[in-house]
């Protein structure tokens, strides 16, 4: 009897400390989860960032430039120090633009769930601008801070935040494309080059133009093509806020059809959009050479990113292909 009894009581606390450990397994899942999804990108990593891609050195970032070599450098820079790797044999994917040689960089974070690492999720943001533009105080450079060294910096810090845990279970593709001035360009070519590769595209978040927040509306930031996928109303979903919204002007200019979003979606007929802040009245200085660093938000651009990272990582996670075409 006395055996039975010691053997019983080895058993129980055998069971307790197990449950225990699992216990304490999952609460720290959790609460590693939790506090990313909380994002800590600073506005003064934004600034640093912005400060690098739309200063006067790089010269616009113009396709073929220097400046925009420089950029590209500096893109891959930031890849390499948090792991994420190049997709191709290297980050640059060279393409011509209108006979000048220019390329996308494309990053590559590999799922973590065996079956659904094939399914494949784009964020997105052209790397280029213009160059120069019409002279103010002796000044032609246009930085394209807003345009769009602002949607690259949100692309650079989310790849740093995803790649910092690792648990994304879609395959991720970071993409600061080229030539988006020329005419969509670089998304056009990669869009056309992973087609032919046969990757299951489930979805492209773009970024384009979020430097400074919108005037007077209940919502964050919009999204373009708003009506033709549930994109809008997922996203809002899982970052549990009103987090963005349908600007009729963004219909009325049909800006859905001008962002890198679009040749993925004509490609691949899956949701591919554009999340912006720039509403035809926040924002004077588009394709100006007064579209600096020193007018961007750089509080409200860190709170947005924060803010659009639940969504992100719960669109590389769920089980199934949530966000679908209208």
């Known amino acids: 009897m006395k055996q039975c ?145 602002a949607g690259s910096t949100a692309v650079i810090s989310l790849a740093k935040q995803l790649a910092k845990i690792k648990k994304n279970k879609r395959s991720v593709l970071f993409v600061l494309f080229g030539a988006e001035e020329k005419g969509l360009l670089g998304s056009k070519h990669l869009a056309k080059v992973l087609k032919e590769k046969n990757i299951d595209l489930y979805t492209m978040v773009n970024f384009e133009m979020i430097g400074v927040p919108l005037n007077e509306k209940s919502y964050e930031a919009y999204i373009t093509g708003y009506e033709k996928s549930n994109m809008a109303d997922k996203i809002n979903e899982y970052s549990k806020s009103e987090l963005v919204g349908f600007l009729p002007k963004a219909k009325e200019f049909q800006l859905f059809q001008r962002s890198d979003n679009y040749p993925f979606y004509k490609e691949f007929n899956v949701p591919c959009q554009t999340i912006s802040t720039f509403d035809f009245t926040n924002y004077n200085y588009y394709h100006h050479v007064d579209d600096e660093v020193s007018e961007m938000n750089f509080e409200f651009m860190a709170k947005l990113i924060n803010n659009c990272l639940p969504s992100i990582v719960n669109i590389c996670r769920t089980p199934t292909k949530e966000i679908t075409l209208n």
């Open 5 to 149: 009894l010691s053997v019983l009581l080895i058993f129980l606390v055998f069971v307790n400390c197990k449950q225990g450990t699992i216990a304490q397994s999952k609460e720290k899942d959790t609460s590693v989860t939790s506090s990313f999804l909380k994002g800590n990108v600073t506005a003064g990593e934004v600034e640093e960032i912005m400060n690098f891609l739309a200063n006067d050195k790089l010269e616009g970032r113009d396709t073929g430039s220097k400046g925009l070599e420089s950029a590209a450098q500096f893109v891959e820079k930031e890849f390499k120090e948090v792991g994420v790797r190049p997709y191709f044999e290297k980050y640059k994917d060279s393409f011509l633009a209108k006979g000048v040689e220019t390329f996308n960089v494309v990053g590559y974070l590999e799922g973590i769930d065996k079956d659904l690492k094939e399914e494949f999720v784009i964020i997105g943001a052209h790397l280029d601008h213009i160059g120069t533009a019409k002279e103010v105080n002796g000044d032609v450079i246009a930085n394209g801070a807003n345009d769009n060294a």
